[in-house]
């Protein structure tokens, strides 16, 4: 048996991934992923679902398939977006309260200075002057949804990558 299938665990030895803690692996990841969101939209994702796997494998000391890595990049960087959103409607409730009569003036301001009387009218008729908790409930959903689908495209490359780079001894399944 050469030195590259003991690395790679190929030796016959498989350990119960289930047996395996996996918290502060996620926990890591998310809070990657959360910090960097402030700066790195998206690319946040990638790093905080490549930390998450990254502590799996080298705190147990295991390779992982594939799929295995985009499960733990998926639940670290869904924590971690689920914490950006959170921080992001303190933020922004905080500026600006449920009050947007100001927020739609600067909006409509900046349209004014472009010229662009169709977008002046859109946003005359479209946005509200306050924020309803239907409307808020449906931002947050549809903020959700996309967090979701774009969360899973990022993990589906972050979690592979991860689970092929990262291998520490033998394999969890």
């Given at each position: 048996?050469?030195?590259?299938?003991?690395?790679?665990?190929?030796?016959?030895?498989?350990?119960?991934?289930?047996?395996?803690?996996?918290?502060?692996?996620?926990?890591?990841?998310?809070?990657?992923?959360?910090?960097?969101?402030?700066?790195?939209?998206?690319?946040?994702?990638?790093?905080?679902?490549?930390?998450?796997?990254?502590?799996?494998?080298?705190?147990?000391?295991?390779?992982?398939?594939?799929?295995?890595?985009?499960?733990?990049?998926?639940?670290?960087?869904?924590?971690?977006?689920?914490?950006?959103?959170v921080a992001l409607n303190i933020t922004f409730y905080n500026e600006n309260g449920l009050d947007l009569r100001e927020l739609k003036e600067n909006i409509i301001l900046e349209f004014e200075k472009r010229g662009d009387d169709k977008s002046i009218e859109f946003a005359e008729q479209s946005f509200p002057d306050r924020l309803t908790p239907g409307l808020i409930v449906g931002m947050n959903l549809l903020m959700m949804a996309v967090l979701a689908v774009v969360v899973f495209v990022i993990s589906l490359l972050s979690g592979w990558l991860g689970a092929t780079r990262f291998r520490k001894g033998p394999l969890a399944l």
């Open positions: 048996m050469n030195m590259e299938d003991q690395e790679l665990g190929t030796e016959g030895e498989v350990i119960d991934k289930d047996t395996l803690p996996l918290f502060l692996s996620i926990s890591i990841g998310a809070g990657v992923a959360f910090i960097l969101g402030l700066f790195l939209p998206f690319v946040n994702y990638l790093i905080g679902g490549l930390v998450a796997v990254w502590h799996y494998t080298s705190s147990n000391g295991v390779s992982i398939v594939p799929w295995h890595g985009i499960r733990i990049s998926f639940m670290a960087t869904m924590l971690g977006g689920l914490l950006l959103t």
